[in-house]
C-alpha cells in the first residue's frame, strides 16, 4: 500500500516513468511517506545512509556507475543543506542528482516550529531547476503538480543536471491507504534540430495515422521563414488553426466555431494535436482542447521549451517550425494523402463563420472602429506595420484582421503597448498603426513625450471610459465595485495630451465621424503623429460584441 498524500503518489508514479530505479534514503518523520513509497515501489531500489552529507555522495557515486538519474531523498529543515556539497559536484561533473526534501507546509515556515526554514531555492546555482510541489486538491492542482515533476525530471534526463524537488507534506504523515500509483502521463522529449528524417519518424507517422489531425499555430514573429507552399498543403489536409499573431495567411475563425457548436461538440474534437509558436489570444480555443482527453499532444519549440498550455502534452520537440512543417507536408505527398471527413467538418464551420464576420455589421461602437479601419487598410497599396494593445483590442484584431499583427502577447500587460508601437516607428520609414484602449493609452501616455516621434506614427484610441474587457466577464456585474474600482471609469480624452505632445488630433462621436477619422488617419501626410479618438459607450460596446456572437448561434 502506497501514502495516501497525493503529490508523493504523482511524485513516485513519475521516477518510476523517468527511470529512476535507485534511491539513496534518509530517516526522518516529514519524509517518511516518500521513503515508504519508494521502499513499496517494486522498479526502485532504496540504499539507506543516515547521514545527508554522506547520503548525496552516495547518490552521486550511483549516478556515476549507471549513467542514470539517482535520487537522494532528505527530511525537513537542515537535513536539505547536508546535501549541497554533493550536489555542487554533481553539477559540475554534470550527474542526474534529483534531490527530494520533504517540507512542512508553507505556512509554518518561519513560525518557530519544529525543522522549518525556506526550502525552496536552498541549493542556489547548483541545480538546474527547483520546484515545490503543491498539495493538490483540484484537476489542476494535479496536472500543476504534474507538469512540475515531468519539468524537473527532464531537466536532469537530458541535461544532466542535478534538480530540487520539494514536497511539502501535511499532517497526517503515516496513512498508507493507497492501492497502487497512479497512471501519471509523462512528457517526452525529443531534440530533432536539422534532422528531416527524425522528424518525419518522431512525428510524420503519427500525424498520418491520425484520422482527425489538427495543427495550432500561436504567435510568430513576422520574419519567421516558412515554406508558404508546404503550409498550404497542411492546411488542405489538417485542420490548421491560427490568429493574426503568427504571419500565414487566411487566420481562422475557430472561437466562433466554437462558440456555435459548442466546446462539447464531438465531431470538431481532433485525435492528434501539434502545437508550434507561442501563446494563443483565444481562451475559447485553450478550454476546448484542454477537455480533448483521447487526443495525443505534441509542441514544438526551437529552444526546447516546455509550455504545457493544452495541459495534456505527452511530447516536447526540439526543432525548427520551418522543419517540421516542411517534414509534415512531404510525408503527405508521399503517402498521397486526401482531406478527412474531420477536414470537411471544420472546414466548412470556418467557412460559415468568415462569411459571418465579413457581413455583421455592427452600429457605432469599438467593433465598428476596428471593422472599419481593417477594411481601409486592405485596399491601401502603401505597407503599415500595425500594432494591436491587449484585452478588447486585440480580440477585435482576431475578427477583422487580415495581416501580421504586432501585439505585447509575451505576459499580455496592458502597459507599454504604445511605447512598443512609437519605438517600432522611430526605426522605420514605414507607417505605423496602433490601436490601444483607453485604459492602456493613458497608463503608457508619456510615450508620446518623445522628441523622435515623426509623422509615421498613427494611433486609434478606443475610449469607452472603462476597460471594457471587464464588462464581459460573466458574474462581475454582480458586483458594485465592477465600474469604478475594477474597470477604472473616468471621463478623461487624449485631446490635451496631443496638444502638450504635438500629436494632431481628431475625434469620432457617430459612423460619419468615424469614417472621415479613419480616412484623415491614414491619407494624410504630417510631420507629427496623428491621433484618431473613438469615443463610445461601453454598453453600446458590449452590445456589438454579444450581437455579433449571436449570429452564430
Known sequence: ?????????????????????????????????????????????????????????????????????????????????????????????????????????????????????????????????????????????????????????LKATWDSVPVHINVPISEPLFQFTCSQLPDERAIDYVELTNDMDAIASELGERFLQAERPMIVIGRLDSDVFLNLESYKRLADYAVVLHEPLSDLPDAAHFDEVLYAAGEDNEALRPDFVLY?????????????????????????????????????LQLLVKAYWADVIDVLADCLSTANRRPTAFHHVWQSALEKAALGAETFVPPYSQMAAVRTLEWRLRFRSEKTFVHY???????????????????NRGVNGIEGSLSTAAGFSCVTGERVCCVIGDLSFFYDQNALWNRCLRGNLRIMLL?????????????????????????????????????????????????????????????????????????????????AYKDYYATFR
Request: proline share 5%.
Open 276 to 312: 508550434m509558436g507561442d501563446v494563443v489570444v483565444s481562451k475559447r480555443l485553450k478550454q476546448f482542447l484542454r477537455s480533448c482527453s483521447g487526443a495525443f499532444f505534441a509542441a514544438v519549440s526551437w529552444q526546447g521549451h516546455l509550455a504545457d498550455t493544452f495541459c495534456r
Open 389 to 407: 494593445a491587449n484585452s478588447t483590442s486585440i480580440r477585435l484584431a482576431n475578427i477583422y484582421a487580415r495581416h501580421y499583427v504586432f501585439c
Open 1 to 153: 500500500m502506497y501514502s495516501d498524500k497525493e503529490n508523493v503518489n504523482i511524485l513516485t508514479a513519475l521516477l518510476v516513468k523517468y527511470g529512476v530505479s535507485h534511491a539513496v534514503v534518509c530517516p526522518g518523520s516529514r519524509n517518511a511517506p516518500i521513503v515508504h513509497n519508494l521502499s513499496e515501489c517494486p522498479h526502485i531500489e532504496c540504499t539507506p545512509v543516515t547521514d545527508e552529507r554522506s547520503a548525496g555522495f552516495y547518490a552521486l557515486g550511483m549516478a556515476q556507475a549507471t549513467g542514470l538519474p539517482v535520487a537522494v531523498c532528505v527530511t525537513s529543515g537542515t537535513a536539505l543543506l547536508n546535501v549541497a556539497p554533493a550536489v555542487a559536484e554533481a553539477y559540475y561533473q554534470h550527474r542526474p542528482l534529483v534531490v527530494i526534501s520533504a517540507d512542512r507546509p508553507p505556512q509554518w515556515i518561519d513560525q518557530l516550529d519544529g525543522q522549518t526554514l525556506p526550502q525552496g531555492g536552498a541549493l542556489g546555482p547548483f541545480v538546474g531547476k527547483w520546484v515545490t510541489l503543491p498539495e493538490p486538491r483540484d484537476d489542476e492542482e494535479r496536472w500543476f503538480c504534474n507538469r512540475l515533476v515531468c519539468e524537473s525530471l
Open 463 to 543: 475610449n469607452n471610459g472603462r476597460g471594457g474587457i471587464f464588462n464581459m466577464l460573466r458574474g462581475l456585474e454582480q458586483s458594485h465595485a465592477r465600474d469604478a474600482l475594477v474597470a477604472a471609469s473616468h471621463d478623461t480624452t487624449a485631446e490635451g495630451i496631443c496638444r502638450q505632445n504635438n500629436v494632431l488630433y481628431q475625434r469620432a462621436t457617430d459612423m460619419d465621424s468615424l469614417q472621415r477619422g479613419i480616412d484623415w488617419l491614414l491619407q494624410t501626410k504630417s510631420e507629427h503623429p496623428l491621433l484618431l479618438e473613438v469615443l463610445t459607450d461601453a454598453a453600446d460596446d458590449e452590445r
